[in-house]
């Protein structure tokens, strides 16, 4: 059983438990945005692979119900976790716009490679042939 599903099968986590999960999913996101930013994308997988189970496991737990939590304490860890998703949130914009302008060069870089492919085939097809027309005309023998 995984960790996630361990935590998912006590009865009912406190709040502070399901905010601190919060505030580690948040964590996940961020430190994801970073290992794409260092092309580490090993660890990118990795990360996001972790962060969809953390996410199931907060599926499950459905909402967090902060009626008759008002104490200072629980106010406080509410603050935190909304300053920790408001940086998860800009994190994971920043990784949909890293993978949406590697989508887009990626298909340039493609659209160019197609371009040239009739060039590659004629030479390769010449070299074949032996007709020699893609060779250097030069003669380097001396």
């Known amino acids: 059983m995984s960790a996630a599903s ?3 099968a006590t009865p009912e986590r406190s709040v502070e438990d399901r905010l601190e999960a919060l505030r580690r999913y948040s964590t996940l996101v961020v430190h994801q945005a ?4 260092d092309d580490d994308l090993d660890r990118f997988q990795a990360l996001a692979d972790e962060r969809e189970e953390l996410q199931e496991a907060l599926d499950e737990d459905g909402p ?3 009626t ?3 104490s200072p304490g629980v106010q406080h860890l509410l603050d935190r976790t909304r300053t920790a998703l408001q940086a998860a949130a800009e994190a994971d914009a920043a990784i949909l ?4 302008r590697t989508r887009r060069e990626t298909a340039t870089d493609l659209r160019a490679m197609e371009a040239r492919e009739p060039q ?3 030479y390769l097809h010449e070299e074949e042939s032996g007709s020699g027309a893609g060779r250097s005309r030069i ?3 001396l």
């Open 64 to 66: 967090v119900e902060l």
């Open 120 to 122: 590659v085939r004629r």
């Open 139 to 141: 003669n380097i023998r």
């Open 97 to 100: 716009a890293r993978l949406g």
């Open 34 to 37: 970073r290992a794409l930013e």
């Open 68 to 70: 008759g939590h008002d």
């Open 6 to 8: 361990a935590r998912s």
